[in-house]
Nanobody, 130 residues
């Protein structure tokens, strides 16, 4: 059974940092791509970044490029999202998701597509105050 559990969300001031964690079980990082997404009230879910062992250059959404960094720890089966220089518009529920056999790379236009991901965590709230 695939389970994804996010943690690390919270309230932070504008300009601050947070690190989100996604603990994955029932998946092998050799066979799955893991992505980070977010959804603000009244807005569509947005793909932020993803990582896969068979991937290439890591894709990032333009809205977070240069501020967010994704990383993975295979020994802990955990994927992280380091978020720096946070802005009020980053306020959202953040989700991690898993996609079997997804090759996560800037040259794959489906890397950050919501519909490409089959398994989802419950989400963690990030609130950035101005």
């Amino acid at each position: 059974e695939v389970q994804l559990v996010e943690s690390g969300g919270g309230l932070v001031q504008s300009g601050g940092s947070l690190r989100l964690s996604c603990a994955a079980s029932g998946v092998s990082f050799d066979d799955y791509g893991i992505g980070w997404f977010r959804q603000a009230p009244g807005r569509e879910r947005e793909g932020l970044s993803c990582v896969s062992n068979n991937g290439g250059r890591t894709p990032y959404a333009d809205s977070v490029k240069g501020r967010f960094t994704i990383s993975s720890d295979g020994a802990r089966n955990t994927v992280y999202l380091q978020m720096n220089n946070l802005k009020p518009e980053d306020t959202a529920v953040y989700y991690c998701a898993a996609s079997p056999y997804l090759r996560c790379t800037t040259t794959n236009p489906y890397s950050l597509g919501v519909s490409e991901y089959e398994f989802w965590g419950q989400g963690t709230q990030v609130t950035v105050s101005s």
